[in-house]
Protein backbone atom coordinates (compact mmCIF):
# COMPACT_ATOMS: atom_id res chain seq x y z
CA UNK A 1 0.00 0.00 0.00
CA UNK A 2 1.17 3.41 -1.06
CA UNK A 3 2.74 5.79 1.75
CA UNK A 4 2.69 9.49 1.52
CA UNK A 5 5.73 11.26 1.53
CA UNK A 6 5.53 14.36 0.79
CA UNK A 7 2.22 17.04 0.74
CA UNK A 8 3.12 19.28 -1.67
CA UNK A 9 1.07 21.85 -0.30
CA UNK A 10 3.29 25.23 0.04
CA UNK A 11 6.14 22.97 -1.79
CA UNK A 12 8.62 25.21 -3.90
CA UNK A 13 8.59 23.39 -7.21
CA UNK A 14 12.36 23.23 -6.54
CA UNK A 15 11.84 21.46 -3.91
CA UNK A 16 9.24 18.86 -5.02
CA UNK A 17 11.66 18.29 -8.25
CA UNK A 18 14.69 17.67 -5.71
CA UNK A 19 12.79 15.21 -4.00
CA UNK A 20 11.25 13.63 -6.89
CA UNK A 21 15.10 13.33 -8.27
CA UNK A 22 16.42 11.63 -4.63
CA UNK A 23 13.84 8.92 -5.06
CA UNK A 24 15.07 7.78 -8.87
CA UNK A 25 18.43 7.79 -7.87
CA UNK A 26 17.25 5.69 -5.09
CA UNK A 27 15.52 3.65 -7.19
CA UNK A 28 12.44 3.67 -4.69
CA UNK A 29 9.39 3.76 -6.78
CA UNK A 30 6.62 7.21 -6.14
CA UNK A 31 4.18 8.38 -7.88
CA UNK A 32 2.51 11.86 -7.59
CA UNK A 33 -1.19 12.99 -7.13
CA UNK A 34 -1.61 16.52 -8.31
CA UNK A 35 -3.73 19.05 -6.50
CA UNK A 36 -7.52 18.86 -6.78
CA UNK A 37 -9.85 21.28 -9.15
CA UNK A 38 -11.18 23.12 -5.99
CA UNK A 39 -8.07 23.39 -3.72
CA UNK A 40 -9.31 20.25 -0.87
CA UNK A 41 -5.70 18.34 -1.97
CA UNK A 42 -2.73 19.89 -2.57
CA UNK A 43 -1.58 16.55 -4.04
CA UNK A 44 1.67 14.63 -2.60
CA UNK A 45 4.70 12.40 -3.76
CA UNK A 46 3.68 8.85 -2.72
CA UNK A 47 6.07 6.03 -2.20
CA UNK A 48 4.54 2.73 -3.64
CA UNK A 49 6.19 0.10 -1.79
CA UNK A 50 5.70 -0.26 2.03
CA UNK A 51 9.07 -1.20 2.33
CA UNK A 52 10.81 1.31 0.27
CA UNK A 53 9.17 4.02 3.27
CA UNK A 54 11.34 3.66 5.55
CA UNK A 55 14.88 4.25 3.56
CA UNK A 56 12.65 6.94 1.49
CA UNK A 57 12.09 8.44 4.89
CA UNK A 58 15.57 8.82 5.77
CA UNK A 59 16.33 10.38 2.58
CA UNK A 60 13.92 12.90 2.93
CA UNK A 61 15.38 13.99 6.37
CA UNK A 62 18.59 13.50 5.37
CA UNK A 63 17.48 16.23 2.21
CA UNK A 64 15.22 18.50 4.45
CA UNK A 65 18.65 18.84 6.86
CA UNK A 66 20.97 20.08 4.03
CA UNK A 67 18.35 22.20 2.68
CA UNK A 68 17.99 23.82 5.83
CA UNK A 69 21.97 24.47 6.42
CA UNK A 70 21.66 25.90 3.04
CA UNK A 71 18.44 28.16 3.61
CA UNK A 72 20.81 29.09 7.13
CA UNK A 73 23.40 29.54 5.25
CA UNK A 74 21.81 32.22 2.55
CA UNK A 75 20.07 33.80 5.42
CA UNK A 76 23.14 34.78 7.30
CA UNK A 77 25.45 35.48 4.29
CA UNK A 78 22.63 37.75 2.96
CA UNK A 79 22.97 39.83 6.58
CA UNK A 80 25.93 40.17 6.12
CA UNK A 81 25.60 41.39 2.81
CA UNK A 82 22.91 43.97 4.27
CA UNK A 83 20.38 42.05 1.69
CA UNK A 84 18.32 40.52 4.26
CA UNK A 85 14.37 41.95 4.26
CA UNK A 86 14.13 43.62 7.93
CA UNK A 87 10.91 44.85 8.95
CA UNK A 88 11.53 48.63 8.19
CA UNK A 89 12.00 46.96 3.93
CA UNK A 90 8.47 45.39 5.08
CA UNK A 91 6.76 48.64 6.49
CA UNK A 92 8.02 50.67 3.22
CA UNK A 93 6.74 47.87 0.85
CA UNK A 94 3.13 47.66 2.23
CA UNK A 95 2.90 50.07 5.34
CA UNK A 96 -0.89 49.87 4.73
CA UNK A 97 -1.00 45.77 5.29
CA UNK A 98 1.75 46.55 8.27
CA UNK A 99 -0.72 48.89 9.96
CA UNK A 100 -3.84 46.99 9.34
CA UNK A 101 -2.17 43.86 11.08
CA UNK A 102 -1.12 46.08 14.21
CA UNK A 103 -4.71 47.17 13.96
CA UNK A 104 -5.85 43.38 14.20
CA UNK A 105 -3.22 42.62 17.19
CA UNK A 106 -4.25 45.45 19.21
CA UNK A 107 -7.82 44.26 18.63
CA UNK A 108 -7.37 40.89 19.48
CA UNK A 109 -5.37 41.69 22.52
CA UNK A 110 -8.32 44.00 23.49
CA UNK A 111 -10.73 41.19 22.85
CA UNK A 112 -8.50 38.75 25.45
CA UNK A 113 -8.24 41.48 28.01
CA UNK A 114 -12.11 42.74 27.77
CA UNK A 115 -13.01 39.93 30.37
CA UNK A 116 -10.70 40.15 32.81
CA UNK A 117 -10.84 44.06 32.49
CA UNK A 118 -14.89 43.89 33.24
CA UNK A 119 -14.04 41.51 35.91
CA UNK A 120 -12.20 43.79 37.75
CA UNK A 121 -13.82 46.60 37.99
Same mark, same amino acid.
Given at each position: M ?5 NL ?7 ? *??? +?A %?L *? ?5 W????P? =?????? @? @? $????R??? $??R?KQ??? *??Q? =? +?R? &? ?5 ? &?? +? ?7 F !? *? $??? !?S?? +? ?5 ? !? $?? %??LG ?10 R
Open positions: AKLLLRMVPEDEA *DEV +R %F *DAAEIPYETRS =RWGISH @G @G $IWVENED $ITALMA *DYA =R +RE &QARAAQA &QA +RLDGTAET !A *D $IVR !APL +RVLLTLL !A $IA %FLLVVLPVWLLH
